[in-house]
């Protein structure tokens, strides 16, 4: 998917940061990660990115460092499409609609799930602000494409090709990046990755080669049915409603044979003397939308309440800033699509008001694959809802719903799923899901993956020796590269640089953003 006029994302990368402190196992300093600040990005970036093991928080862009880091964070999607909804799910979904129509509040927590899950991966810390980046609006601006030409032609003139240099032209839109018809586009499902559904363990799970259980009730009214339409056939021979009494019948097979989607929970009509109204609200974050602006003051209040109770913050850690940088600060730009959804493509505040109030925000980015679930906060008074549960329900609902406009929008990307740390493990709940492959980054199910990790925190899922990272970088000299306001390929601005070379930092940038995001991502160089 390329944007139409839109401007290329700028990064500043910044390296192998130090180690700093694991809000997983508490280590002090072996959370190991690469980052970048993202001064703009687009979407399609975004989701090629995520694709490779990237995260954002805020503006500040992230891959942990597999193999070194203390709590290895997998990316993990769920199959929006496919989704199951788990004992424990219905529970929580059944508990929401008897509080909003009886205000009933029950306090039993399964013993499936963690009932106070959220879809949460870092906390608002240091780590994400220490390369802030200090470069000013004016260095970001590329020049007019004359100048850039002129760098581009300094190249020819060295014995480079025109035709490799011309991919670095600066149109007023995107560079075109053309694909091998064999080559999977970053961000889609790889070929090389089949989803296979992993058969059940002995005396677990549905045995598939039977039909699935129905209940008793339902068996006696289809032989009752059955009954009516034998006694109907005799008597009315050749008459409408036969056909209508065998319409009824298969009508009556299919449905009972049909297990409960998430929408079957969640869009049911309410009595009229209802308790409660819960009214969930989309809403884009920009300080330029009259709904983000007039809600950001409760919004604001309710995440302090939350970290301070949840997570043991004090005050001046989750004050307005902290808030704004943390969660309403994103480089995503955003954007409409004719074949998007409706609300177009961006970061997005999700907020569920109860009775005329706020009690709970879900962050997302809205991607041209995907929703990817940013952040949850919520009001502790209503923990016993067991917000974490159901607003991840409704945003695998919500990506089903986008979907239908959008058809390439099919997934809901959790994070990471970290196996290490059992309280995170939950997310591999949420079924199917896959995780992604750290060294190919191909989509693997989590069934397949679940027994190696049992053996040990790092691993390859590609069980495949001979498979590589299809996307990684081939051309360092296609890397491009904004350098005093003139947009340049990497094989240019070498030439011009001043000073120690940099290459070993534009290669190891190269290889973890791949190919595709190298040659359409300008690469900040002061």
Not at 27 to 51: F, K, P, R
Not at 195 to 209: E, N, W
Not at 236 to 260: M, R, W
Not at 431 to 436: N, V, W
């Given at each position: ?25 508490k ?22 990115l ?60 399964s ?30 601006t ?15 003139d060295?014995?480079?090709?025109k ?95 049909q ?8 869009f049911?009509?309410?009595p009229d ?13 920009s ?5 983000f ?16 109770a949840i ?10 800033n ?9 480089p ?49 008074d ?25 058809p ?26 896959d ?6 980054y ?33 051309e ?19 030439k ?31």
């Amino acid at each position: 998917m390329a944007a139409a006029g839109g401007s290329p994302s700028i990064v500043e990368y910044f390296g192998g940061e130090d180690g700093y402190r694991c809000g997983y196992c508490k280590n002090e300093t072996g959370n190991l990660s690469h980052g970048m600040w993202a001064h703009s990005m687009t979407v399609q970036d975004y989701q090629d990115l995520i694709d490779r093991g990237w995260r954002r928080s805020g503006k500040y862009v992230y891959k942990p460092i597999m193999n070194q880091t203390c709590c290895p964070q997998y990316t993990i999607r769920c199959q929006a499409l496919h989704f199951q909804t788990s004992k424990s799910h219905k529970k929580v979904l059944k508990k929401m609609l008897k509080f909003i129509s009886k205000g009933d509040v029950s306090k039993a927590v399964s013993e499936e799930e963690p009932m106070d899950s959220h879809i949460e991966d870092v906390v608002p810390c240091d780590f994400a602000y220490k390369g802030e980046s200090r470069v000013s609006q004016s260095e970001l601006t590329p020049l007019s494409v004359d100048h850039t030409e002129r760098a581009e032609n300094e190249d020819e003139d060295t014995g480079e090709t025109k035709e490799e240099v011309n991919v670095q032209k600066v149109e007023s839109g995107f560079p075109q990046i053309s694909a091998d018809k064999d080559t999977p586009l970053l961000g889609e499902p790889s070929r090389s990755a089949k989803i296979v559904p992993a058969p059940p363990k002995p005396g677990k799970g549905a045995d598939l080669s039977k039909p699935p259980c129905r209940k008793a009730k339902d068996i006696r009214k289809e032989r009752k049915l059955q009954k009516l339409l034998q006694n109907q056939m005799c008597t009315i021979e050749g008459s409408q409603l036969q056909a209508d009494q065998v319409f009824l019948l298969q009508n009556s097979k299919s449905k009972t044979n049909q297990p409960k989607t998430i929408e079957d929970f969640i869009f049911v009509s309410l009595p009229d003397d209802a308790r409660h109204k819960l009214e969930v609200r989309l809403v884009p974050v920009s300080f330029e939308d009259p709904q983000f602006k007039s809600s950001f003051n409760q919004s604001a209040t309710l995440f302090a309440k939350y970290q301070m109770a949840i997570h043991k913050d004090t005050p001046s850690d989750c004050g307005e800033n902290e808030f704004t940088r943390f969660l309403c600060d994103s480089p995503l730009e955003a954007e409409d699509a004719p074949n998007g959804p409706d609300c177009g493509y961006g970061s997005f505040h999700q907020q569920y008001w109860l009775d005329g109030k706020i009690i709970a925000v879900g962050v997302i980015d809205i991607l041209p694959y995907c929703v990817s679930s940013v952040y949850l906060y919520y009001d502790p008074d209503y923990s016993f809802l067991s917000l974490g549960v159901y607003s991840a329900l409704r945003e695998i609902a919500f990506t089903r719903e986008l979907h239908e406009k959008a058809p390439d929008l099919s997934f809901y990307y959790m994070g990471f799923y970290i196996h290490s740390c059992p309280k995170m493990r939950y997310k591999g709940q949420y079924r199917p899901s896959d995780l992604l492959c750290p060294e190919t980054y191909v989509w693997t199910p989590i069934e397949q993956c679940l027994p190696l990790l049992e053996h040990s925190k790092y691993c390859r899922f590609n069980q495949d020796l001979k498979a590589v990272d299809e996307g990684r970088m081939k051309e360092l000299g296609r890397v491009r590269v904004l350098h005093k306001r003139t947009v340049m390929p990497y094989s240019v601005y070498k030439k011009r640089r001043k000073g120690p070379s940099d290459e070993a930092s534009v290669q190891q940038y190269a290889s973890l953003v791949g190919q595709t995001c190298s040659e359409r991502m300008l690469l900040f160089r002061s």
